[in-house]
């Protein structure tokens, strides 16, 4: 073809101009097509450290002309996908000090970040289950704890399953408060877990059981009941073959909310919320109730019985019972009062310099006072041979002894704060249905001192109404009258009997050492222990005597025939019935317990011994003793037994931390189990003096400064 010359040569480069332009579209103000910018990075990759069995996370900003499209690159391999963020997989330990950058791309170009680092530090790798979950039994109501311990890279992780469903919180432990009958045979698993893997723990079953059987024993008093024996004769689980420290220890423990000096009381198969419940009631020094079920420990209720703008007494300058004064006696329990049985306990309590004594009755069922609940305590004596009165000053005392209820009376003895202040020897009574004082005493009302204190032991009763107890140091009347009775009506230091005849309290009679001074001015008197009533026993010619047995400071047995107990003799001790001196080694702080026609006793400093009883009287020496010694307080101890087999004695060591011994009632060198035996420190609990182990429905229970330790055969 031909071209003509000039302008057809221009057309020629203008088409192929043309050509090229329409291939590379319009040109913009930049001389990029569209006006399109190229990708800048505002924000770099950053680096990264982390453990081995984790990820690692890196992440690019950048601005340019949509859509930018991302390319990941591991050194000059890529990973990952379109995204400006990258996740690694797993780390290994090979993959430390990797470099990651990241190509972003757009129509008008590309940019390639600055590289980032992976930084893989070693770890101790995947989980390890040291300890598996164990499986448990528990009674209905009681919690159920399962705990697993593991190693591995931190942070674990934990998902408990309960029969595969997931329960609990990301913890070591699961736990479930209150069990139901419904949770029997659960299937409990934990998951644990970390960046490096996970481990599945062994199954652990639950097995809950049924709640007991309704109990047949109720502890309504202190030691069991009025003669204060200790024994309780209906115990069919606790015997010689099965306490030891492989079928026998620590159950629980019942947090309480102060000093817990009372013994507590037991009311079995008692009906609450329309379920029944064997419950144990606890009082405390911060004027506290409580209710707890007997056998899942759960509480039912509590109590405060402080008047409106109250506080506890503080301690009145005695470190005896510190740092404050509530509920120190032991309550006196009566099932049939009230609409559906009643608590009669003494609280003391004080608004400034105002101190108060109140008795209190309480719905055992609820913990509400009962109608006329509370009574003020207070109360006159007239002295008698000189007249005027004596005036009971609440801020000088506190009930120590345990109450007394006894044909329908309350009786309630009263000791000092140390021997500070004055104060004199006083019981009162009063009404249980009209909580009305019905009776008053004052046994020193014309001298000083003889307070009832006991080391917390029960003031003691017989079947005909009368009253027994130990007094402390204090005026005693060499001078007797015509009666052979103190010619001024003091009987500090004494063994005292009270009738309780036509509502009046009077000494009825008594017996005094014949060194009582002596002693009192020593301070070696009998005031620290308590009196207990023997049941009725036979000499060898079939006579039957009536007899009280009852020991203090100067670690003297003294027994008195009840019906005549032998007064005062300056010269001789002849006339009381019998005698042991120095058989308890060291004072006796408390009292004795009895079983199966043989007294125990526990002296301070000295083992706990066993005294039969023949021909009506104690045996001049013990039939046998502990091989440890009790060091202050010595103890109080309480009886188990069916009938009259499987007995065992337990009682309560002071030893730094508290200790619970149990010894055949048979052969007190045959100890079957204390506190301190298991492994571990399982049974261990913190002391307090005083103590007596209550014992009901196959358990102990046991008071501490801030709970009541619950003791029986283990799951």
């Known amino acids: 073809m031909r071209f003509r010359s000039g302008v057809g040569v221009a057309i020629v480069v203008l088409s192929a101009m043309g050509v090229f332009l329409a291939a590379c579209g319009s040109t913009g103000s930049n001389g990029n097509p569209g006006n399109a910018t190229v990708p800048q ?27 930018l499209t991302y390319q990941w690159q591991r050194g000059t391999q890529n990973v990952g996908t379109n995204s400006n963020t990258y996740t690694t997989p797993a780390t290994q330990a090979s993959d430390n000090d990797a470099k990651f950058q990241v190509i972003i791309t757009n129509s008008a170009g590309s940019v390639t970040s600055s590289q980032a680092t992976l930084t893989v530090n070693s770890g101790s790798g995947a989980p390890v289950i040291t300890r598996q979950p164990a499986s448990l039994t528990v009674t209905v109501g009681q919690p159920a704890n399962f705990t697993v311990a593991a190693t591995g890279t931190a942070p674990l992780s934990y998902q408990w399953t309960k029969n595969g469903a997931n329960v609990g919180t990301n913890s070591s432990t699961y736990n479930i408060a209150v069990t139901a009958l419904a949770d029997n045979n659960a299937m409990i698993q934990v998951r644990v877990s970390n960046a490096s893997g996970n481990m599945l723990s062994s199954t652990a079953t639950l097995t809950v059981k049924p709640p007991p059987p309704p109990g047949n024993v109720n502890v309504l008093t202190f030691h069991n009941d009025n003669g204060r024996t200790g024994q309780n004769l209906s115990e069919a689980a606790l015997t010689p073959t099965t306490v030891n420290s492989t079928t026998f220890g620590k159950l629980a423990t019942l947090p309480v909310d102060g000093l817990v000096d009372a013994e507590p009381l037991y009311v079995s198969n008692l009906i609450i919320g329309g379920a029944p419940h064997n419950v144990v009631f606890v009082v405390t020094e911060h004027d506290s109730v409580y209710a707890f079920d007997a056998d899942t420990f759960v509480q039912l209720w509590k109590g405060i019985v402080l008047g409106s703008g109250e506080s506890t007494s503080d301690n ?162 060499d001078t007797l009258d015509i009666n052979s009775n103190p010619n001024m009506a003091d009987y500090g230091n004494g063994f005292l009997k009270l009738s309780t005849a036509v509502n009046t309290l009077a000494v009825a009679d008594y017996f005094n050492m014949h060194n009582t001074d002596a002693e009192s001015n020593a301070d070696e008197d009998l005031g620290s222990g308590g009196a207990m009533v023997l049941p009725d026993v ?175 055969l283990l799951p």
């Open 41 to 67: 990075i505002t924000t770099q990759p950053a680096d990264k450290t982390v453990t081995v069995g984790q990820t690692a996370t890196f992440s690019v900003t950048a601005t340019g002309t949509a859509p």
């Open 316 to 477: 009145r300058g005695c470190g005896q019972v510190s740092p404050e004064i509530g509920i120190t006696s032991t309550p006196v329990i009566d099932t049939k009062a009230g609409a559906h049985g009643t608590i009669y306990l003494v609280a003391m309590s004080k608004n400034g310099s105002n101190y108060f004594q109140r008795l209190h009755a309480l719905d055992i069922t609820t913990g509400a006072e009962e109608s006329g609940s509370p009574v003020l305590i207070q109360g006159s004596f007239t002295r008698p041979v000189v007249g005027g009165l004596t005036t009971f000053d609440p801020k000088q005392y506190k009930a120590r002894p345990g109450l007394l209820l006894m044909n329908g009376v309350v009786y309630i003895a009263w000791a000092s704060h140390c021997d500070g202040g004055a104060y004199q020897g006083w019981v009162m009574g009063y009404s249980q249905s009209t909580l009305q004082q019905a009776s008053i005493i004052n046994v020193t009302p014309n001298g000083s001192e003889g307070a009832i204190w006991m080391s917390g032991y029960g003031l003691a009763g017989d079947s005909t109404g009368n009253i027994y107890f130990l007094d402390a140091n204090g005026t005693f009347d």
């Open 538 to 712: 036979k000499d060898n010619i079939g006579n039957t005597w009536h007899l009280a047995v009852g020991s203090g400071k100067d670690a003297a047995i003294y027994v008195v025939n009840r019906d005549q107990m032998g007064k005062f003799n300056v010269t001789s001790d002849a006339a009381i019935y019998q005698l042991l001196g120095g058989a308890t080694g060291g004072g006796v702080r408390g009292g004795p317990a009895y079983f199966n026609n043989t007294v125990y006793f526990s002296g301070v400093g000295d083992t706990l011994k066993a005294w039969p009883i023949s021909n009506a009287k104690l045996a001049t020496s013990p039939s046998s003793h502990t091989a440890s010694s009790f060091g202050y307080p010595g103890s109080i101890p309480s009886i188990s037994a069916n009938g009259i087999t499987n007995g065992i004695v337990w009682t309560v060591e002071n030893a730094g931390g508290g200790l619970l011994h149990a010894y055949d009632a048979t052969n007190l060198g045959k100890e079957l189990y204390n506190s301190n035996q298991a492994a571990n420190g399982r049974d261990n609990f913190s002391n307090n003096k005083f103590i007596t182990p209550m014992i009901a429905n196959g358990k102990v229970f046991v008071g501490t400064p801030n709970s009541v330790v619950v003791f029986g």
